[in-house]
């Protein structure tokens, strides 16, 4: 071979790679149309996505009269703003290129539980599910949830601990929360746990127990956090809330007589319910139509009402693990073979003992038969 064999193989490989590597960039470059797919099909989302936040906080604004649209029309709607954001590019046409990722791909948690709000339309919910990656037993409020076989009675319970607030904190409620689904869990019950609610979430886990209810014999709400009496009524107090004047209070909180209503109606059996929520917190003193600690209530045929303390009384939050009240009631409880009218007295005692008769729970029944944690 001439000296100039090796000059010329170098250069030959040299022209074909490049020539190799300028086809292969062109082959995967984006052309000018899929680049425009892409802007349009990014901006949409992002609108989608701006929709569902508003939606989410208009609800927590107005948690009783607010009604979701659908994600039909709101991506109706993204895609007019699209139009006047991206003036350039033929939204109407280009808007069947969107790619295989769901419309709410970059925010799923959020749409998530935009979804459980009640909608204004709910033929279309199954349909919406679908879209947004769900199935309908995943999500679907009014769906029963499995009934927990052990037992004879089908048990349902929905366990709410609050501690993270953002004025006064709080050290157990969500111990507490985790020791009582742990026992519940083993007395045959069906739980949902909800911790540092906030209003969305504690709203919504209420809205969801309440769907379910009506398929079991036993319903039972557990909460664990701040509370307040407000011109008559209870309030639980999720950890988002702003209380910054008295009208606050019923907007931002739960008033307890509603899920009493709401319980008593969907179940004809038994209803539980346990409140270790009247935690001292000297943010609401301020309002000169709030009290210390709850008032009395009246349960309701069917129904009983656990009270951690005296109406107008605090409750401690404890220096262990749990509150003294949750504690006493998760020893008691334990124990098999007692009626739970015995055990809340028994729980009331014990309290009564360990605060020097600083806090002294009481209960209101109105069962019409006997229930027992466990026999």
Known sequence: MSEKGPVILLSTAVVVGIAAGAFYWNAIKPTK??????LISSTIRSEVCKKIQGEVDQYKQSPDTFKRGTLRNI????????????PQFPVERQIQYFDRKPIISNCESLA????????????FYEAELQEIGLTIGQTNPSQPMMAN???????????IGNSSYASRPLKNPVNDADDMTAFLKSAGFKVIEVKNADIFELRSSIKNFEDNLPAYDVGLIYYSGHGIEFKGSNYLIPVDAQLKNEQDIPRQGYDISNILAKMSKANKKTSIFILDACRNNPVFSQYRSAADGLTQMVAPSGAIIAFSAAPGQVASDGNGRNSPYTAALLSKAKVPNKKIEDIL??????????TGGRQIPWYNSSLVGDFYFSK
């Open 33 to 38: 149309e899929q680049s425009e797919q892409l």
């Open 75 to 86: 991506k109706n709607e993204a895609t007019q703003n699209a139009k006047v954001e991206l």
């Open 112 to 123: 998530q539980g935009w979804i459980k709000i009640p909608s204004t339309f709910p033929e």
């Open 149 to 159: 076989t052990d037992t004879a009675q089908k048990r349902i319970a929905l366990v």
């Open 345 to 354: 007295k028994e729980t009331s005692q014990k309290v009564s003992d360990d």
